[in-house]
Structure formats: structure tokens, C-alpha cells
């Protein structure tokens, strides 16, 4: 075959796998031909992008195997996308690949043990096949031209800016997602996602300046300048519910009974509306994002989550620093792991003073069929953050006990709700599980806020979903609000009145601090200056993001004022040593504030077999360890990882081979681990 030819095949085998690759991703053939129809523009610039990334084979002699490897690849892309989204409304993005952690920790919830098994086969199974074909794989035997395949990779890729500029200015393509799943559809696979490799970040806006920043911020005296008095503002709580919004919303959905009376009780006294969030479906994190700093996931790349990005190597101005600097301590609270989306490190590049994680908490084998903590062990430590400061608190929590997958056969062996209407069973079945993990959810809340009552504080909570549940619903199905909206309510014990409204996640908390005459933040003073509404808010709001995460800073003068706090923690209590006791069968660990994710480490060996008796009390197996041993407690990751977070403020070392007393080896200081 000359290359003349192999162009023309390589095209034609572009054309094959962007067909293939879209069969995967609309989960059949005729929805692949409708699209092919409605948007041959741009199912043929896909095409041509598959194509583009091909041409490099011509630099090299192995050009059958290089075919395979970079078809191969493509499909593969689809495939997974085909997969994910099964399970999930997002579909395969860039940013996936740091979340790969996470990805895998929540794989076992949406796939069974085969399923997973089979994927992890054919993933080796491939690699072996292409190692093998590599040396086996014929070579191109004819006269290489490398200085005209050169010249030729450059004018293609020439060509194809072109025609990728010429496709968005016709609007065959368009370079913002407001929705990603529906971008996806319109615009086909290859394009979208290679959009969400490269895209990422905040792009520069035109004639970014201090004049042009200063302009802004300049605006913000219009939110004025918090008067009350400082020593009698409120604790300000923060709930994040994973997956909760009223399913009464849901036009074919027919419960038993109410899931959420608790809720529907507290909207008839407490401020309430829907809560409009970036994610349907998937994304927690965003959410929590925008809630936290004010700032707008519009801006950023497609599919992109920050708290993989910018913040996870940067600090950032957010509602906990603010706060702060009016004398608030700030603690951030999750019954998941403490690595899941990179919270260890992203709170406290937001500010905050502590982080409880699960493994810092107790019952954390009280958990629901999907293996997710019961949320109602968040109320304790809720209570112990605040207790362990002398003054006010700023306490954001993000629940986890209603997220996904949610079983498509029966599991529930007599629900308490039961669910009916147009619907598959397997339908009904996810359902049903659902709006009883909501009424579990509801029962949450109405506890908590009662043990905030019974602390004869003022106080005020802002209760909130994160986005839908993973339903597959779509806006037909909706008899109240959008798909991006869930329901949010804003709870006080001190008279406090805000008008029912309906919010932004990124406009909630400078909408709660304008109502207790707290105005401080660049961000939270520019929400507060501006209804949303102006002709050019989002502009300004893109400058500002911009300046304050990758610009020169000049609403900060050059200079960011925000810094992580060195004194930053896991978990409010300390955990202590106080002795080792040998016993018949091994040796107990006495102390103070142990958690089901303490391990006895000896001389730095983390002992697996380490058994959780109680708060004071760890056992281990085996003969006491030899004199001048030392042995430690650690709290580990829940994360397959199973690495240390930190340890015990002091270790003892074992002073006699026969003695029962042991001494610290130092005096007690906080150990995090590396």
C-alpha cells in the first residue's frame, strides 16, 4: 500500500471509529445514525479530528501497529464513556483522569465484583495483545520522506485550527458548555472530550489590568461594611446533602408517605427555594466549590473540578478565610475519607483550621446497604468542633449517606416508604432505596437541629443538596425546577428573616452574611454589590476569578494575604497514649480518642491486625515487642492507599523486656503524618 492509499484508508477508519465511538456513548446503533444525520457537520469534523491524530504514524515504519494502538485508543475512550454512563449523567471527561483515586473507590458501588473483574481482564488482556503485536506487527518497507511528512503534519494541523475556528464561528461547535452531557450529545464525543483535556483553567479576559480589576472591586462599596458587632454574630453551619432535593418534584414518582416531613414542616418557618447548583447527577465537589468561594464553575474548562486542579497546589480566598478575620474558627466535617477529592489538602488551602474525615470519627461501621456512614454520626462531631473552640464557629459539613449507586432490585427487607408510578421495577426498586436513605436524611436534620438548640447559642444552618440523585431524570420529568436546581432551607434560632428566594450555590453564603450584616471577601462583597442580573456580572465575575486563582493578584494589591494555617489538623480531639498492658494474647493499647481507623505502629510497621475495643482501648496480637521498641498509633486512610494521616501526640518505648510499665518517648505534640 503506497501512502497515498494509506491516507485515504486511515480516513475511512477515522470515519469507522468516530462511529463506533459514538455507538458507545448514545448506547445504540440508531441513536449513532440520528446524530450522524441531525449533525453530519459535526460527526465529520470528529472525523477529521480522529484523523488528524493519526497522521504521525507516517513518521514512523511500525505503522500497523501504531493504527491499532491509536484506533484502539479512540475506541477504548468511547467505550469507557459508554460505561460511565451508565452510571452516571456526566460523561467521560479529562479531569477524570485525576480522579482516577476516586474513581476507583466508588467503582465497587456501581459495578458488581465480576463486571469490575472482567474490565481489569480486558484492560490486561489488551496490553498484552498490543506488546505482543508490537514485535510482531510488519514494518513499511518503502522510502521514508520525512521532510514532507513533516510539511505535511504542519499544514494539517494548520488546516484543522482552521477548520475548528471556522466550526465555532458557524456554530457547527461552540467552545462553552453550559451543559455537558447535552454538549456531548450535540457535539459528538472525540471533540468534547479532547475539549476537556486541553480546556482547563480560567482563560485570561480582555485587557486584564489593575485599572480593569480595580474598576470592580470598586463596585463593592455598594455592599457596604459589616457594623454589628462582632461578639454577637452566630455560629454559621454549613450542611451539604449528598443527593437531596424534594422528590415530590418528580411528576411520575408516588411515595407512600412523605420522605421529608421533618423538611416540609421547617419550610413553613425557615427560608427555603431551590438551589440552583453547576452538576446534575455527579460533581459534589463543585458544588461545594462555588458554595465555599463565591466563584462560578462557568469559567472554568469543561468537565474541570478545582479541587483537583488550582486549589489542590494553591491557597484561596474563601468563606472560611473570611470569616476568620472576624474571629470565627473554622472546621470542616465529611463521613467519607479524608483524601476523597483531595479534601485533606484542598480545606486547608481554603482556610480551614481542622478537618474531620471518617477516620476521625466513631461508628464508622454504621453505614447503609451501599457501604456509605449513616449520617447521623455527623452530629457528634458537629458538636465536638464546636466545643473545641472558646468562641464563634464556622462548621461546613458535606453528608454522605444518600449518594449512589442505587440498587435496581429489591434490598430493603421492609421499607418504610414504598414507591409506585410509571416505572420500571428496576426503576421503582432505585426509588425506593432512595427516598428511604432521604427519609434517614430528614431525620438527620431535624437532630441536629435540635442538638444546635439545646447549645443556647445563636446559630444559623444552611441545609442544601448537591445536586440530583443519578436517575436518569430529565427536565420532562421535573414538575418543579431544573434539573440543576435542588431545594436548600436557612434555619436560626434568633428571630433572623430572609425572604424566600431561590439561589446559586455561589451567591448562598454572601446571601446568608448580608443577612447578619457581614460584609467582608472579595467575592462574597461582589455577590453582595450585584443582583446577577447586570449586563456585564459575568464579565466581572470571570476577571476577578481570574485575578484572584491564576492572575497577578492586583485586587490584592500583588500581595495574597491568604495563607494556610500551619497549626492545620485532622480531627478536633487528640488522640493519646496513656500505657501498654501485656495481655495472654497480645497487648492492649490504652489512650484516648482511638477511632475504628487507629493501628498500632511498631517501630514504623503499621499492625494490620490491630483490633478497635473502644475509644480508650486498641488490641494487638503477638508477644509485646522487645525493650527499646517503639510503638505508636496511627489513624489510616480509609482509601485503598491505607497510608497514615497522622498519629498520636506522643509514642511510648518499650523500657523492659518483663516490665507492664512503659513511658512516653516525648513529650505530647501533634504528629500529622508526612
Known sequence: MNNWQALIGQFVMSVVTCFIIEVCSRHGMMAAFQFVHSSTKAFLYNCVLIYVTSLPIFLFRK????????????????????????????????????????????????????????IYAIVIIGIILAIIYLFRSPKFRGKMHYPIVIVGLVAAVGGFY???KLCVNARILSTYFGNIAFAYQDYGFPYCFTVTVLDTGIREPNNYSPSLVNSITSEDDKAGTTTTDTDDLPNIIVVQLESFFDPQRVNYLQCSEDPIPNWHELENSCTHGYYTVPTIGAGTANTEFETLTGMSLRFFGAGEYPFKSILSQEPCESSAFDLKTLGYSASALHDNEANFYSRKKV????????????????????????????????????????????????????????????????????????????????????????????????????????SINQRDEKSIILFYGDHLPTMNLQDKDMAGGNLYQTNYLIWNNFGLKIPNQNITSYRAIATIMNALDIHTGTMFRFQQAHTGEEENFFNEMQTLQYDLLYGK???????????????????????????????????????????????????GEVQEDTEFIDINTLKVSGDLPSKGTNIAVGVQSASKTHRMLSYAWNSYTIMTDESTFSSPSASPSPKPAS
Open 63 to 118: 505503522r500497523r501497529f501504531l493504527r491499532v494502538l491509536i484506533f484502539g485508543f479512540w475506541i477504548a475512550l468511547g467505550v469507557t464513556n459508554g460505561i460511565i454512563l451508565s452510571n452516571r449523567v456526566t460523561p467521560f471527561t479529562g479531569p477524570d483522569f485525576k480522579n482516577f483515586t476516586e474513581g476507583k473507590a466508588v467503582m465497587g458501588k456501581y459495578m458488581s465484583h465480576f463486571k469490575i473483574f472482567c
Open 347 to 450: 480545606y486547608k488551602n481554603l482556610g480551614f483550621d481542622t478537618f474531620t474525615s471518617k477516620e476521625y470519627m466513631q461508628n464508622q461501621t454504621d453505614v447503609n446497604h451501599n457501604g456509605w456512614m449513616k449520617d447521623r454520626n455527623l452530629i457528634k462531631p458537629i458538636n465536638d468542633a464546636m466545643d473545641a473552640t472558646p468562641g464563634k464557629d464556622y462548621i461546613f459539613t458535606v453528608s454522605v449517606q444518600p449518594h449512589g449507586a442505587y440498587p435496581n432490585e429489591e434490598v430493603l427487607d421492609d421499607p418504610e416508604i414504598t414507591v409506585s408510578g410509571n416505572m420500571t421495577d428496576a426503576q421503582r426498586c432505585a426509588w425506593e432505596y432512595y427516598v428511604n436513605e432521604i427519609h434517614e436524611e430528614d431525620e438527620f436534620i431535624k437532630n441536629l437541629i435540635d
Open 162 to 164: 482552521g477548520l475548528t
Open 553 to 603: 493578584q492586583y485586587a490584592y494589591n500583588g500581595n495574597d494575604p491568604y495563607q494556610p494555617n500551619p497549626k492545620y489538623r485532622l480531627g478536633v480531639k487528640n488522640i493519646v497514649m496513656t500505657g501498654i498492658i501485656p495481655v495472654r494474647d497480645g497487648y492492649l493499647i490504652k489512650g484516648r480518642n482511638f477511632t475504628q481507623s487507629c493501628k498500632a505502629v511498631v517501630d
